[in-house]
């Protein structure tokens, strides 16, 4: 089955940039989106079909997919942005997330 | 705005069938594909499977014996059974709809606040 490889954590200082990779065999032919994840709270998009941003996000999420990897970034990275961040592709009709990566802002 | 709402028991006893149903208010279940999605305490996300509006299904191979989703359009509302549930199926599930009409391989844009369903005897 495919997987989707996220390093578990990340560390960022506040107004620094933010890189999360996902990885996975030939990822770059497929779209990847991203989703943040707050305690408590349900999974919302942040980026799609690699570099989209849905109506709402901040111009600071960008993203960007080629060759095997997908990376999510977040560019002058706020308090706010600390979550758990997801990727998410599709493959033979299922649909696979990446094990999640704890981005902390500090 | 689209809305989606989890409802079910939060507690089901091991070899029974987990029975979940979501609700969509604020936009019609017409054209669009829903999934439900799990994520156990602590753990990541894994899709279970989606309906279209038009009741076709599909399901991730991991869980397909064992998962029914069903859809009911004039409730604007669709299901989900998962049979011969176990401790590994506790989990918090999430309703979730396919951002674009018509297209299966649609990210999720919207996701209910999920419940917590305990498999315990």
């Known amino acids: 089955s495919y997987e989707l490889t996220q390093p578990p954590s990340v560390s960022v200082s506040p107004g620094q940039t933010a890189s999360i990779t996902c990885s996975g065999d030939?990822?770059?032919?497929?779209?990847a989106c991203w989703y943040q994840q707050k305690p408590g709270q349900s999974p919302v998009l942040v980026i799609y079909?690699?570099?989209k941003r849905p109506s709402g996000i901040p111009e600071r999420f960008s993203g960007s997919n080629s060759g095997n990897t997908a990376t999510l970034t977040i560019s002058g990275t706020q308090a706010m942005d600390e979550a758990d961040y997801y990727c998410?592709?599709?493959?033979?009709?299922?649909?696979?997330f990446g094990g999640g990566t704890k981005l902390t802002v500090l | 705005q689209v809305q989606l709402q989890e409802s079910g028991p939060g507690l089901v006893k091991p070899s029974e069938t987990l029975s979940l149903s979501c609700t969509v208010s604020?936009?019609?279940?017409?054209?669009?594909?829903w999934s439900w999605i799990r994520q156990p305490p602590g753990k990541g996300l894994e899709w279970i499977g989606c309906?279209?509006?038009?009741?076709?299904?599909n399901y991730n191979p991991s869980l397909k014996s064992r998962v029914t989703i069903s859809v009911d359009t004039s409730k604007n509302q669709f299901s989900l059974k998962l049979n011969s549930a176990t401790a590994a199926d506790t989990a918090v599930y999430y309703c979730?709809?396919?951002?674009?009409?018509?297209?299966?391989?649609?990210?999720?844009?919207?996701w209910g606040l999920g419940t917590l369903v305990t498999v315990s005897s």
């Open positions: 998410q592709a599709w493959d033979s009709s299922t649909a696979v």
């Open positions: 604020g936009g019609s279940i017409n054209s669009y594909y």
């Open positions: 030939k990822l770059g032919n497929k779209y």
């Open positions: 979730a709809r396919g951002q674009f009409a018509g297209s299966y391989f649609s990210p999720f844009d919207y």
């Open positions: 309906i279209y509006y038009s009741g076709s299904t």
């Open positions: 079909e690699d570099n």
